[in-house]
């Protein structure tokens, strides 16, 4: 493979005197983490009020279930900020839990039905009631098991500085925004073809509680009587038990990256057609929206991706109409699982690796997707979350094999310019250094966090819940036996006070209702 013009923009932008522009940019993250009761299993409670409303706290919300919090940092502009923000968060959500625990795994806790998992609820706005619906047909359309999957996103976008040097250098003569846009869906090709990385590196799912499975027959071993898992696995998550599109693949949808825009006509067009399988469940039955509409995705959303474009909402806005008016504003990585062996479920040689990365694919080559290449990175996924640490285990590179380990080598020996030019900008060491950590795990499994949770179940001779449960007890008790300072308390509760009074103002000021509010906002 080549890297020539990778090279050719390092040296650009070294040679510019402006690299430092590189430190500008700015970085966000997302935990998701179930709440369980004490004795191991999933919440019934409601998100509690003490954490404010889960529709307008900016902070703190819910994903799926009632009971699957979902932690938000705003952007920060270090690594260093946005995990001492995330601390301080979850510290707070730690202290508003009583006896119940934040799970550290990204797969679930014993689950005894479908019906045992909560949808979460967001009270009785229109907006409310529409991100209530949409769990529901996510429900009945792909079941509620897959939804408690809980995960890390890593958000991060360049500075309005480095993008003017890079256009610059690129002598590219297209309105900022537009070039803006396509630079990010460049990255966005390369961060799918080489995302494999990612899940083989930083996987943290290889293993299962049987009752994740609900009594259906699976292609996994057992571990005991209790657990299931895959020997060379690294994520079951991102995995054939995992939430996948596979109903919009049969439907002949898939998301387009060759542009913005024909990103956004995809996805458009997934939200406009009619299925038969959808149809069948019904919208509004007996009076109780079962879902927002029939077609092959409710919204967006729906559409299950390792990466996203993203842009700010602006009240109702539909995501691809922000993204046709206002571009790109960041990338969204979702394909990261909870580290359990760190609290904050990430530790900071993962963002700086991450960080890394991203930029290499910016600047690496990017030819436009076609759909061979398509099947390849889909199945170069499914093999790496199976078994991407069997020993031999080769991917599909331009209708060609390769090893795993000498492909991984490859990129991230591409990737040592891209950490010193990092560490330069930032006066760091710590870009390189992570990237030597990363190169440990591919010149030995055993050091990636799969082997290691394998590794510890065996040890304590424990299946999965166990071993979960066992660190979701230390990390509980690591947080609450630490002080959390006066000012971050208070400002998290003042957050929470007034998500709890918009909330109260929205549903008093709703003036149509719930069948016009979709509607409109679907006539956007």
Same mark, same amino acid.
């Given at each position: 493979?080549?890297?020539? =013009?990778?090279?050719?923009?390092?040296?650009?932008?070294?040679?510019? &005197?402006?690299?430092?522009?590189?430190?500008?940019?700015?970085?966000?993250?997302?935990?998701?983490? *179930?709440?369980?009761?004490?004795? @191991?299993?999933?919440?019934?409670?409601?998100?509690?009020?003490?954490? &404010?409303?889960?529709?307008?706290?900016?902070?703190?919300?819910?994903?799926?279930?009632?009971?699957?919090?979902?932690?938000?940092?705003?952007?920060?502009?270090?690594?260093?900020?946005?995990?001492?923000?995330?601390?301080?968060?979850?510290?707070?959500?730690?202290?508003?839990?009583?006896?119940?625990?934040?799970?550290?795994?990204?797969?679930?806790?014993?689950?005894?039905?479908?019906?045992?998992?909560?949808?979460?609820?967001?009270?009785?706005?229109?907006?409310?009631?529409?991100?209530?619906?949409?769990?529901? @047909?996510?429900?009945?359309?792909?079941?509620?098991? #897959?939804?408690?999957?809980?995960?890390?996103?890593?958000?991060?976008?360049?500075?309005?500085?480095?993008?003017?040097?890079?256009?610059?250098?690129?002598?590219?003569?297209?309105?900022?925004?537009?070039?803006?846009?396509?630079?990010?869906?460049? #990255?966005?090709?390369?961060?799918?073809?080489?995302?494999? *990385?990612?899940?083989?590196?930083?996987?943290?799912?290889?293993?299962?509680? =049987?009752?994740?499975?609900? &009594?259906?027959?699976?292609?996994?071993?057992?571990?005991?009587?209790?657990?299931?898992?895959?020997?060379?696995?690294?994520?079951?998550? #991102?995995?054939? $038990? @995992?939430?996948?599109?596979?109903?919009?693949?049969?439907?002949?949808?898939?998301?387009?990256?060759?542009?913005?825009?024909?990103?956004?006509?995809s996805l458009r067009c997934a939200i406009e057609t009619p299925f038969d399988e959808y149809e069948a469940i019904g919208v509004e039955v007996d009076g109780e929206y079962r879902q927002l509409n029939a077609n092959i995705l409710q919204i967006e959303n729906e559409y299950y991706s390792t990466v996203r474009p993203k842009q700010t909402l602006i009240?109702?806005?539909?995501?691809?109409?922000?993204?046709?008016?206002?571009?790109?504003?960041? $990338?969204?990585?979702?394909?990261?699982?909870?580290?359990?062996?760190?609290?904050?479920?990430?530790?900071?040689?993962?963002?700086?690796?991450?960080?890394?990365?991203?930029?290499?694919?910016?600047?690496?080559?990017?030819? /436009?997707?076609?759909?061979?290449?398509?099947?390849?990175?889909?199945?170069?996924?499914?093999?790496?979350?199976?078994? @991407?640490?069997?020993?031999?285990?080769?991917?599909?590179?331009?209708?060609? #094999?390769?090893?795993?380990?000498?492909?991984?080598?490859?990129?991230?020996? +591409?990737?040592?310019?891209?950490?010193?030019? /990092?560490?330069?900008?930032?006066?760091?060491?710590?870009?390189?250094?992570?990237?030597?950590?990363?190169?440990?795990?591919?010149?030995?499994?055993?050091?990636?966090?799969?082997?290691?949770?394998?590794?510890?179940?065996?040890?304590?001779?424990?299946?999965?819940?166990?071993?979960?449960?066992?660190?979701?007890?230390?990390?509980?008790?690591?947080?609450?036996?630490?002080?959390?300072?006066?000012?971050?308390?208070?400002?998290?509760?003042?957050?929470? =006070?007034?998500?709890?009074?918009?909330? +109260?103002?929205?549903?008093?000021?709703?003036?149509?209702?719930?069948?016009?509010?979709?509607?409109?906002?679907?006539?956007?």
């Amino acid at each position: 493979m080549s890297y020539q =013009k990778l090279e050719q923009r390092l040296a650009a932008i070294r040679d510019s &005197g402006q690299a430092t522009t590189l430190s500008e940019s700015l970085i966000g993250l997302e935990k998701e983490g *179930l709440r369980v009761a004490p004795d @191991g299993a999933i919440s019934q409670t409601s998100h509690p009020t003490a954490l &404010g409303s889960a529709l307008t706290n900016p902070y703190i919300t819910t994903d799926f279930s009632e009971a699957l919090i979902e932690m938000i940092t705003p952007p920060c502009e270090s690594v260093e900020q946005a995990q001492a923000f995330l601390h301080d968060l979850q510290h707070f959500v730690y202290s508003r839990l009583g006896e119940e625990i934040l799970w550290a795994t990204s797969m679930p806790c014993v689950v005894h039905s479908s019906d045992s998992i909560p949808i979460a609820h967001y009270g009785s706005s229109n907006a409310g009631l529409m991100k209530t619906v949409y769990r529901r @047909g996510l429900g009945y359309r792909y079941g509620r098991m #897959m939804q408690v999957i809980a995960g890390m996103h890593f958000n991060y976008s360049f500075s309005d500085n480095f993008w003017s040097l890079y256009q610059q250098l690129e002598q590219d003569e297209r309105d900022r925004q537009s070039f803006i846009a396509e630079s990010y869906m460049d #990255m966005i090709r390369n961060l799918m073809r080489y995302g494999w *990385l990612i899940p083989y590196l930083f996987g943290a799912s290889p293993a299962v509680c =049987k009752s994740f499975l609900n &009594g259906k027959p699976s292609m996994l071993s057992e571990f005991n009587e209790y657990t299931a898992y895959e020997p060379y696995a690294t994520s079951l998550r #991102m995995g054939d $038990i @995992g939430y996948t599109n596979n109903r919009e693949s049969m439907a002949g949808i898939k998301a387009n990256y060759n542009s913005l825009d024909q990103y956004i006509d995809s996805l458009r067009c997934a939200i406009e057609t009619p299925f038969d399988e959808y149809e069948a469940i019904g919208v509004e039955v007996d009076g109780e929206y079962r879902q927002l509409n029939a077609n092959i995705l409710q919204i967006e959303n729906e559409y299950y991706s390792t990466v996203r474009p993203k842009q700010t909402l602006i009240n109702y806005e539909m995501p691809v109409n922000a993204l046709k008016q206002r571009g790109v504003q960041y $990338i969204e990585i979702r394909s990261l699982d909870v580290n359990v062996f760190d609290p904050l479920g990430m530790n900071d040689d993962q963002l700086y690796f991450l960080e890394t990365f991203v930029l290499f694919c910016l600047l690496q080559e990017s030819p /436009l997707l076609v759909e061979s290449e398509i099947d390849e990175i889909d199945m170069n996924l499914l093999q790496v979350a199976h078994s @991407g640490r069997q020993q031999g285990v080769e991917l599909s590179r331009q209708d060609s #094999m390769i090893g795993l380990r000498e492909w991984a080598t490859e990129l991230i020996q +591409a990737m040592q310019a891209v950490a010193e030019m /990092l560490d330069g900008a930032n006066h760091s060491r710590r870009y390189t250094a992570s990237l030597k950590v990363q190169m440990e795990s591919v010149n030995d499994q055993e050091k990636t966090p799969s082997a290691r949770i394998l590794q510890a179940m065996r040890d304590n001779n424990e299946g999965f819940f166990d071993f979960a449960q066992r660190m979701s007890v230390k990390h509980h008790e690591d947080f609450n036996n630490s002080k959390l300072s006066e000012s971050v308390r208070q400002r998290f509760e003042k957050a929470a =006070k007034q998500s709890i009074e918009v909330q +109260a103002r929205m549903e008093a000021e709703d003036n149509i209702d719930f069948g016009e509010f979709l509607q409109r906002y679907f006539a956007q």
